[in-house]
């Protein structure tokens, strides 16, 4: 997508936006601002289902953490309830294994007839089983975000998402084109074992080339305090570090903050990082941030709760619709950068002033 593209894409997201604030006024929410669901308990949509006599269709989504990047997932899952006329509503892990396969195994009892996962680790032998129970029962199971691993593919219907290798060959890209020399590279995310993490990372030595060497990954397993301390730790122990990535959405503030903290870290390293967190938009407006590769998680939310709705009411046409090659749908993504004089340039490149606009249509503060 050309600056001239992506300014009409624009233009036309920010009119959907303002229809969709529109149609909600006079509702007792506000219209825009995304319930943020409870990590025990989750949230419900504020849906007015269409119905047709014989019940709304009711859908859960469980998430594999809290980061405040499950908010535009969730304002898109509202959304769609709203036109496609289901309930929704949202679980939210706290970013463990156990703990999703505890919210998976508690929806086998809930009156839902499909759901959406995204799987915290790939290769966990019990989220690939409380996955096979739930369809077992009789409920249809989709992966978001992050997709189980290929031998347990047969545990869900479809992935939406992002293609996570092309987005790290993106990211990688992106690194080489602000330091071309290369250098050492200290990983930072959530659960390395989770398939977005892996992907993420294999296409990002891919894309940066041979000149980039990872020296660490450091996990923090959804502790945000744990995150920043990683952080401080790489920069202790590999004082010769030339560049942080973040994998996970809230590893961008952890790494931007602390090494805005110190300007001589700062000149040295170059920071890229993955999603729009809420508190890395103003990282990246103060150029404390390089790069950073977002997906579109309002679009898996809408399209999830689309595809969901069609695969239990055997609506093969709007399946079709949704999965062009009847497996998967890539929601694709934007490389955002602090100021249009970025080293950074391909189609998908805009500035974070750009990306502001776009999130603002869509009553949005992340993504």
Known sequence: ????????????????????????????????????????????????????????????????????????????????????????????????????????????????????????????????????????????????????????????????????????????????AVRPKGGKVAVFVGTSGAANARERKQGFFQGAGPAFKEVETLDDNGDHARARDNVQTALSKYTDLDLLLGLWSYNAPAIAEEVAKNPDVRKRTTVVTFDLDEAAVGELEKGHIDASVCQNPYEMGFQGVKLLKALINKDAKTVKDVLPDGKTRDTGVRVIVPKGDSPVKAENVITIEEMKSWLQSKGLKSS
Request: hydrophobic share 45%; glycine share 14%; proline share 2%.
């Open 1 to 176: 997508m050309n600056r001239l593209g992506f300014r009409w894409w624009l233009l036309r997201g920010m009119a959907a936006g303002l229809a969709v604030i529109v149609a909600g006024c006079g509702g007792s929410e506000k219209a825009g601002a995304p319930k943020t669901g409870d990590a025990a308990s989750g949230s419900k949509g504020d849906v007015a289902p269409k119905g047709d006599g014989k019940g709304a269709v009711k859908l859960l989504f469980v998430t594999n953490s809290n980061a405040d990047w499950w908010n535009a997932v969730e304002k898109g899952m509202q959304d769609g309830g709203k036109e496609f006329g289901v309930e929704v509503s949202m679980r939210r892990n706290e970013g463990s294994t156990q703990g999703q396969i505890d919210r998976l195994q508690e929806a086998l009892s809930l009156d839902v007839q499909g759901v959406a996962v995204s799987v915290i680790e790939a290769d966990a032998p019990g989220v690939a089983d409380a996955m096979r129970a739930l369809q077992k029962a009789g409920k249809v199971v989709i992966a978001i975000d992050s997709d189980i691993e290929p031998k347990s593919a047969d545990v869900r219907s479809a992935y939406i998402g992002t293609n996570n290798v092309k987005a790290g060959e993106a990211a990688g890209k992106a690194a080489a």
